[in-house]
């Protein structure tokens, strides 16, 4: 029988779940079973719980759907579970070093109690400076192991599940489980500490919980509100079965009316049915108030005598100055001219256009990417909803003809704006752009991140210089309603670097169709148009954008490069997107196609790729076709710019470091050989999850015509996936 048994519940915190789980497993103390509760098997979390679960035996997963809550899937994990003593951990939270050594040692001293309560810390989202909320509470407690009564302000009120470590062999006898609805916690915590006899504390911080940016469920405004009332007379009614003694039980109905209390006088959690909820809180207190029970002094009191008299009027009275402060203010709108500003006000009161979708993609820099994707397939499947395109000024020659377009900052760019019900972006919309109600922002994103994007980019300080305000781009992020996935690993890093309410739509790339549509006459144009001569190898040289360097460097000579990787080689220049200001950096066997409206025909065009770290190697990957990873600054850009994986341990292709290993490579043909191809399988199965060609028809169907989600066209499986065809004969005999 292991000393422990972690139960780790893993609904909704895929994109951190690894990190909980890699916290226990490191653990010194190794004599454990970890239980993580995951989802259905088609749920983010599923690959990762499996994924640990086939490196380390201590793993044992066990299943519990979603709509048996937070409690149910703790007590799927209760009845799985055989070691001495239970503990549970958040799945997005972590279990410090050293933690089970100290849990071991402390127990060893104390001799089996029941609960053995510790600290814990509380970790702002963006990783801010903690807090110790449960200290004070602990510092008063005895040494050694005690009787509740000795410590009756341990109530287990204030204790999360993840708080504390409860003897198996207790729970069972005691016929103790997480009560099912919301504020589950205060029920656990308020049941364990009725029924428990012998407990003791250990006063070290052992967990890490860390705060989401949403805030926490229970705090949304809702008729679950409702059920912390359910929890609250739950235990107030077993501790009169248990006959619990009045030093125990006064402190206990202090702590949870001081949790009801807190949440009557919050109007924006309880936006209906607030004086019935008072009035039922009122008659819990009449009917458990522990007899010699003394109201606290101070403004609390006050409102414990107002519950206890069921004076609703003067309790209302008595907050109404903070619902008034709580009260939401009007965004302005920001447009610079007066009238301009005017114009926008007014247009913002004028009804939303159910029909009129308004697309931008790159800041306006043309008419490309998933944007442009979703765009062209929206006029096939909902031609009665009119699109617009906004484009800068200078950019209007770009957009194809029959496309209609807004110049961005003209009149109609913000009286469409203000009316569209569909905006969609794979970046952002303007600072000054208002989320109106009823409206729905699509984020498509573009591109899968190996570097650190949103307010992951925080802690370097080369890159968080230029990203600006944290807290203005998260203001955006709040604006979406749907963020676009290719894989399942972007759904999980999207969710840390721009935490927020949206739903992820994990339907791959629109952007990336083509790969999976384009003929081998549509590949053939594409190079004629590019200049690409017959019967060459074009090998496409994508370098991504390094933070640190102040301007565009091939990094490579590239003329260089042509010579010795062989005579049929000809080499596509693209610069990333930042350094595309129309001049032309081609000469001899180099064309470059920095200027090409779409990166998308420049892969088609292309018999291989050389990239460096640019998530053009994710997109191209689609194609499976040969990758090398040129990484010549692999650790400086990895310091400097932060990464999500170490793509030297899993590239696409392979690898080299100098441009003469980069030249051989090519030379001798190995750049597709067994090894390229077994990297890119493997890359493949990870990266090119949802990209099979009907991308844009999802989003279309999902978000523009409001089809369920179950009617949307299943992922065709990657080995069924017929990609477009290559030019040229990869390996020379």
């Known amino acids: 029988m292991p000393r422990f048994s972690i139960i780790v519940p893993s609904h909704g915190v895929a994109s951190r779940l690894s990190e909980a789980l890699d916290s226990v497993l490191a653990q010194s103390f190794g ?359 906004l484009v800068e000024a200078g950019q209007e020659h770009g957009v194809p003809e029959g496309v209609e377009y807004a110049v961005i900052g003209s009149r109609r760019y913000w009286q469409v704006l203000a009316r569209a019900k569909y905006l969609i972006n794979n970046a952002n919309f303007a600072e000054g752009i208002v989320k109106r109600p009823g409206s729905v922002h699509v984020q498509t994103q573009h591109g899968t991140p190996l570097k650190t994007m949103g307010v992951d980019q925080s802690t370097y300080p080369v890159v968080a210089a230029r990203t600006g305000s944290f807290t203005k781009l998260l203001g955006r992020v709040d604006r979406w309603d749907f963020n676009l996935s290719s894989n399942r690993h972007s759904t999980q890093m999207w969710e840390r670097a721009f935490p927020g309410s949206y739903e992820a739509l994990e339907y791959g790339y629109p952007r990336n169709d083509v790969y999976c549509t384009a003929r081998a006459d549509d590949v053939a144009r594409i190079r004629a148009e590019l200049g690409v001569p017959e019967g060459k190898t074009a090998v496409l040289y994508a370098p991504t954008h390094r933070d640190h360097q102040s301007g565009f460097e091939t990094g490579l000579d590239l003329e260089a490069f042509c010579e010795a990787a062989g005579e049929d080689v000809v080499v596509l220049l693209r610069a990333h997107y930042f350094y595309d200001q129309g001049l032309s950096r081609g000469s001899g066997r180099i064309i470059d196609v920095t200027g090409h409206r779409s990166a998308e025909e420049v892969c088609l065009a292309a018999d291989a790729l050389i990239t460096d770290y640019s998530s053009i190697m994710f997109d191209y990957a689609n194609l499976d076709r040969p990758i090398v990873v040129h990484a010549d600054d692999w650790e400086v850009y990895r310091e400097t710019r932060g990464v999500y994986f170490d793509l030297m341990a899993h590239p696409p292709g392979l690898v080299t470091r100098t441009p003469e290993e980069l030249a051989r490579v090519f030379a001798d043909g190995t750049y597709a050989g067994a090894e390229s191809r077994a990297l890119r399988a493997a890359f493949r199965e990870r990266f090119c999850q949802f990209d099979d060609g009907l991308a844009a028809e999802r989003v279309v169907r999902r978000v523009l015509l409001g089809e369920p989600p179950e009617a949307i066209p299943p992922v065709i499986p990657l080995a069924e996936r017929v990609p477009a065809p290559a030019a040229a004969t990869l390996v020379r005999s």
């Open 31 to 389: 004599d454990l079973e970890l239980i993580p509760v995951h989802d259905p098997s088609d749920s983010p979390a599923t690959d990762v719980v499996a994924a640990h679960a086939e490196r380390d035996s201590r793993v044992a997963p066990v299943h519990s759907p979603p709509s048996a809550g937070l409690s149910g899937a703790r007590n799927a994990g209760i009845r799985a579970a055989t070691g001495a003593y239970l503990l549970f951990l958040d799945g997005d939270d972590l279990l410090l070093p050293g933690a089970l050594a100290a849990l071991d040692a402390r127990l060893a001293q104390a001799g089996d109690v029941d609960v053995l309560y510790f600290e814990h810390e509380r970790a702002p989202w963006w990783e801010g400076e903690t807090t110790n909320p449960v200290a004070p509470l602990l510092a008063k407690a005895p040494g050694g192991a005690f009787t509740p009564g000795r410590a009756p302000q341990l109530t287990g009120v204030h204790f999360p599940a993840w708080s504390a470590a409860y003897r198996r062999a207790f729970v069972a006898d005691s016929h103790l489980a997480f009560p099912g609805g919301h504020f589950t916690d205060i029920g656990w915590g308020g049941l364990t500490s009725v029924a428990a006899e012998r407990i003791a504390v250990l006063r070290s911080v052992l967990v890490r919980h860390r705060l989401r940016r949403q805030g926490s469920r229970l705090n949304l405004p809702g008729p679950h509100q409702g059920e912390l009332l359910d929890q609250v007379e739950r235990v107030l009614a077993r501790a009169a079965e248990h006959g619990l003694p009045e030093e125990q039980a006064r402190p206990l109905f202090e702590q949870l009316f001081s949790v009801v209390l807190k949440t009557a006088s919050r109007t924006e959690r309880l936006t209906s049915g607030r004086r019935a909820f008072f009035r039922r809180a009122g008659r819990l207190y009449r009917q458990h108030r522990p007899s010699g029970f003394r109201a606290p002094g101070g403004s609390v009191g006050v409102q414990h005598r107002l519950l206890a008299a069921g004076a609703y009027a003067a309790f209302r009275a008595l907050r109404g100055a903070n619902r008034a402060a709580a009260g939401l203010a009007e965004r302005l709108p920001r447009p610079r001219m007066l009238r301009t500003r005017l114009r926008y006000a007014r247009d913002l009161r004028r009804p939303l256009d159910a029909n009129l979708a308004v697309y931008c993609a790159y800041w306006g820099r043309g008419y490309a990417c998933n944007p442009a994707a979703i765009h062209a397939k929206a006029r096939e499947l909902a031609p009665h909803i009119r699109s617009v395109f």
